[in-house]
């Protein structure tokens, strides 16, 4: 079977956490990096955060300093734990992984930051 699959979303209040979990296949785990993206509405898809076989790890600039990536080999799990969330964090955020040349891509989980 060759899947993501996303949970941990929710509705938060600004400065509060998530802790978003990426479920991938084992295929898909071993393929290489991870990644999660986000997208808000009538706005393109954007990287969040990535993290290499390695783990080496890259952040786009809305997530440096407020969010980590982790993965857990044992479990063919990557997590994301935001911090400090803002209202534009408010989006669907997306797991990724490679199989080969192609891209595997989850379903998605809304995160909501509001008051």
């Known amino acids: 079977q060759v899947s993501v699959v996303e949970s941990g979303g929710g509705l938060v209040q600004p400065g509060g956490s998530l802790r978003l979990s990426c479920q991938a296949s084992s295929i898909v785990f071993s393929g290489g990096a991870m990644a999660w993206y986000r997208q808000a509405p009538g706005e393109q898809r954007g990287l969040v955060a990535a993290i290499t076989a390695g783990g080496e790890v890259r952040y786009g600039e809305s997530a440096k300093g407020r969010f980590t990536i982790s993965r857990n080999i044992r479990t063919f799990t990557v997590h994301l734990q935001m911090n400090n969330l803002r209202p534009e964090d408010t989006a669907v955020y997306y797991c990724?992984?490679?199989?080969?040349?192609?891209?595997?891509w989850g379903q998605g989980t809304q995160v909501t930051v509001s008051s």
């Open positions: 990724k992984g490679r199989l080969g040349s192609s891209e595997v």
